[in-house]
């Protein structure tokens, strides 16, 4: 009996350790230090989270749920961690995942600008039409695998500033 009541202790310490952080009001997934990211739009672009600790949510596109161990989708989870996209599998589903970098989206812009025979810059709100609502500067929708986003105007700002600083 001593022996079982030993190994049931060890069992319930094992488990609760395993799950305390999920039971501590903590957000499940990856945790950064404080200080991991240099600006609110790199925390975003990793994290899915802004400096007030707001969670930054799907507001529409794909059905996504949560990942594996209760993590959630970032931009770097499909753009990688340089932007860059690239070829890779998720939820069974391969997807083609566009360089987001700012150069790469202004350049694709002015090569759509060339056959449109129109001048208009890639900014800000080009930028929101994407995120927000998962559409191209022409209206034409976004590939299904990207997710909409719901988040503040200084937050897509931030992002924002954070793509235009990646080389």
């Not at 990688?80 to 694709?108: C, F, Y």
Request: some cysteine; hydrophobic content about 35%.
């Amino acid at each position: 009996m001593k022996g079982f009541l030993v190994c049931l202790l060890f069992v319930s310490v094992l488990l609760a350790a395993c799950t305390a952080p999920f039971g501590l009001g903590q957000q499940p997934g990856v945790t950064w230090a404080p200080g991991s990211f240099d600006s609110n739009g790199e925390r975003i672009y990793f994290a899915a989270v802004n400096d007030q600790d707001e969670r930054i949510r799907y507001s529409g596109g794909p059905d996504l749920g949560g990942m594996m161990m209760g993590g959630y989708l970032t931009c770097a989870s499909c753009h990688g961690p340089d932007a860059r996209g690239g070829v890779h599998v998720m939820h069974m589903e391969t997807m083609d995942a566009p360089d987001i970098r700012w150069s790469a989206l202004a350049a694709h812009e002015e090569e759509e600008e060339i056959h449109q025979d129109e001048h208009e810059d890639y900014d800000l709100e080009t930028f929101r039409l994407a995120v927000v609502e998962g559409r191209h500067p022409d209206g034409e929708p976004l590939s299904s695998d990207m997710p909409r986003w719901r988040m503040e105007d200084q937050d897509l700002a931030d992002l924002a500033e954070y793509l235009q600083s990646l080389p």
